[in-house]
């Protein structure tokens, strides 16, 4: 009896592996040295931030996987960010981090925006998409949101004109809009996507997004084969919540993309389980797709309740943009196997599991 | 035999379920007849473009049906103007209330979008959209009651934008106390007198400290003068992923220009889509009623040849403007005969999933007017 029920989970293991386990029907023939350990700066940053990097770091652990990390303590309420962490980014040109809290008000500016002007991470991408075994109340979601990261609203330059009046500078540049939308239709193109979608509000900033519409055009006419439309922000935000299959890969200034991209995340399941990450010409930083709760509240860093699943999937991009895909493959299906179980979630997929109990779950899934 | 009589019995019932008022009012005398000049309650009325005249000659017609005491003073506005005629802003300004069908503004090019030019004009400092949940559609979320009041004249609208160099651009976000403490002052005044528990204040000063910061301090003092009033404060991004996760959690919401046109839109969908939501512009001497969130509101060419556009929000949007103009009984009328066609389900337009033309709604409510 007991035997039964034994070889029956097993069974229902292995039906599961099969179904979920993509092998690659490639071999992939690696280049002598290919193996060696990459280095990886790793910030755990607050909050959450240093449960869920442990998260990370205890998976690539236990797959082996060559990337080693170089740990920096950084904090959001630190001036600036540390000129060795820095150093260090721009030494190993990748970087894997949790969120930095930001004073409210005040004159400390945000870390996080800091951090990716400095390096000129320009583009910010989230993808967002339903996993098999979340519930959700929109089906058929997998948008991927590309977001201007350097300018636009959150350039920072604000002043008080007169005491009671204060004036925020919004920058759009020919320069910077080109490339994102290069990046966009880049992106559609090598991930064999069919739609770019460019999102704005040029009937009322007609000059400042006027500009990027017209960038967003011209790059457009260079790739025939990928279909190019236009939508306005307030109907982009409702189509989001009504039909959001129709959207497959949107580009979108630095404010706009924000929300976009928190809801769209929002839609398909909570920004703990979208991936995502910073990339730039030279440097790319990995984080939770989404930017809400990436510090978390004070009681899931007590109770050690974080979602762990979006950094997991960050770092598996990670390790494809190491060019370790089969590396990258195993933690994709083992993450995506515990939540098709369904047994092991966090408060916010609905569960009451910790943190650990998910990571631990991830690697048993992983053998 | 039995047939026959449950059916006006099952009405009876259905009637004794819809919301009627338990106070009779007692009017002023002369409220409902002409003033003494002779002349009805005048309205400016703004067919303006693409479904706009659809909608406002549904609000026409169902106005006459039940020969409420308004009188229409139509005036042929469309977006392509260069700039909003003066007497139509005489007769609003000599009116007080006007309903108006959504202005195509022209995408890019010099000319500035109209709407926002009345709403400057006539300082109609506060946008109000009421995004709820109503009986009879179903969506993908429940117990949504939101009303999201928007700073109209300021912010990210403020329309300023050069180029600096060719290929930068500056658009300035202004931000003023004065403006802030005003819809601040109307968000709390409208939640204590509507019986509304909460007031959340959208923002992004983490990022935009001394801009939203300035918003969110006028917030503050304000809400110390109602402590009966929650007041709670939420990030715009953390805000647009609750709305599509946990929409209950919300009741009146107070933004700036901005934030408030993408959070009014996402919450007009998530509830049914903005053809549904009522929705106004009002000021310290003017009130603008139309379609409650912006997206949709010129609609597209194949609505407007196929005559398909949603009349709901307008609808209730006249709704609302009754009980502006004080016709309470003639608001709840409107709007139980719409609830009522709704809940029926049977006459819908292609937003809600039926294949209805806007003339069958009409029809329906004016034939729900008569129950």
Redo the contacts between chains.
Sequence with gaps: MASTARSSSTLLKRFLATRLNQSRSVTYMPRPGDGAPRAVTLIPGDGIGPLVTGAVEQVMEAMHAPVYFEKFEVHGDMKAVPPAVIESIRKNKVCLKGGLA??????V??LN?QLRKELDLYASLVNCFNLPGITT??DNVDIVVIRENTEG??S?L???VV?????????????CSERIAKYAFEYAYLNNRKKVTAVH????????D??F?ESCREVATKYPGIKYNEI????C??????KPEQFDVMVTPN??G??V???A???AG??GVMPGGNVGAEHAVFEQG????NVGSGKEVEEKKANPVALLLSSAMMLRHLQFPAFADRLETAVKRVILEGQYRTHDLGGTSSTQEVVDAVLDALN
């Design positions: 930001t004073p409210m008000g005040g004159g500016s945000s925006v109340r929109h609203e959150y920072g604000e002043h008080e005491p009671g009046v204060v004036e925020s500078l919004k920058v759009i540049t020919k320069f509000k040029a009937n009322i900033m007609k000059l400042a006027g500009l519409l306005i922000v307030d109907n935000c409702m189509q989001l919540v009504s404010l706009y924000n929300l991209a928190n809801t995340a929002g839609i909570g920004t989404a930017s809400a709760g």
